[in-house]
Every structure is written in C-alpha cells, then in structure tokens.
C-alpha cells in the first residue's frame, strides 16, 4: 500500500479544471479493495438538455474515465495516463446526479484494467466502462 489516501484524492480531483467543473466528488474510497464510488450532479456543463434535461454522453466518458483513473491512483500513489477507455451507454441518464463505481481489475506493473459502472439515482445502470491506464504517475 501507499500513503495516497482521502485527502490526496480529493486534492487531486480538485486541481483539474474538467473533474472541478462537472463537481465530482467523492462518496466512498476503498484503497484495500480497489474500489472507488465518485458523484457527478447534473450541472449545465453536463447537461445535454431536452426535458426532462439528461446527461451529455462526453461528460459520462469523463466520468468514467476519471473513476478509472483515481481507482488506479489509489493503488499506484497517483493519477495515471489513460491507454485506452470504452464506454457502452445502455439507457440515458437523467438527474440529478449520477454514480460511478470503479473496481481495480488488474493492477500490474505497467498496465492496470479497471471496470466501471455508472448509475443513477435509483441504481438503474446507465452506462458500463472499461479503461486501460498506465501504472506510471503522470
């Protein structure tokens, strides 16, 4: 294990202007586990609009890509480059928030593979992500 615990995170999470801009924050951290629950609100730089107003696709794959990103952060000491990132949108997603559960598939020493779920307020998944991340802080 590291020291990269809560406060690193949300420190980190902060100082991007996209994650600052869409309010992600963080509801749950489990370094021990590799699993990691952040929470988007439904804000008019996520909106895509219509009515009732919905999620924007490109602020989800931000979402999850994020999530990704911090539950390999938790392992690695450090946010990471993604390789690669795959979303499946499965319904859309209204507000007013959404749920990204991220959990650390593999963590090795170059590569890590992490598996994200995105729900919305009453636990109907939305959306399924599978990212690819460096494990080299940078």
């Known amino acids: ?34 699993e990691l629950t952040l929470r988007m609100p439904l804000t008019t730089v996520a909106e895509r609009g219509g009515d009732p107003p919905m999620f924007h696709g490109g602020s989800i794959s931000l979402f999850v890509d994020v999530a990704g990103d911090f539950a390999v952060a938790m392992a690695v000491g450090g946010g990471v480059p993604t390789m690669n990132l795959r979303v499946d949108y499965l319904r859309p997603a209204f507000g007013p928030a959404l749920i990204a559960v991220a959990r650390a598939r593999r963590i090795g020493r170059s590569v890590a593979v992490v598996d994200i779920d995105v729900l919305d307020m009453q636990d109907r998944l939305c959306s399924v992500g599978r990212g690819t991340y460096s494990t080299q802080i940078g």
């Open 1 to 34: 294990m590291n020291d990269y615990g809560l406060e690193q995170l949300r420190a980190d999470l902060a100082r991007s202007p996209a994650i600052a801009a869409h309010q992600i924050e963080v509801v749950s951290f489990d370094e021990a586990r590799g």
